[in-house]
């Protein structure tokens, strides 16, 4: 390009292009493209990169953001990850989560768990079950209990209580005993 009365043709400056031999002005790239000094066109950002418009080079998204038309970067959805300069966010495998704008998965608390892949939070087991990998809540076997929900693991009742619903221990009823972790209680022999 050349400026009015120049003597001399000038190479337009990164970031922006002339495009039509006899220019008196160079145009600036738009937004999501660049160009680098003297070009003719200016080149979209690879992928999982932005820029804004007059720019020489593109900027990767942070950890946690893409993109997808090289515009802007936005937050990864809860439920799922991305590494910087990301074209799409990957989804958190089951016994894991993630909140919106996450670089990294984090398991569920003992206690606690995501049956599905993408979850943006964990769900406490019930009281009367425990967890199995962060992933499933299994009933408490006979004999054994969890009083509270969000527990990782069932008790045992102590000797002379039983179980019968997982959720407390009752005392066994006169005249009858139990060992430990049972589910019900026998009566004493005669004698």
Known sequence: FSHPGSNGCSECPAGTISKVPGSIACQPCAAGTYAQQASAN??????????KEGSAACSPCEAGRFTRESRTCERCPGGTISEKGSSECRSCPAGNYSRAGSSSCSKCPAG?????????ACEACRAGTYEINRQVCNACPQGKISAVAGSAACSPCDAGRFAKEALMCEQCPNGTISAAGRSECQSCPSG
Request: with cysteine; hydrophobic share 30%; charged share 5%.
């Open 42 to 51: 200016c080149n979209l950002c690879p992928r999982g990169t932005i820029s």
């Open 112 to 120: 606690a768990i995501s049956q599905v892949a993408g979850s943006s």
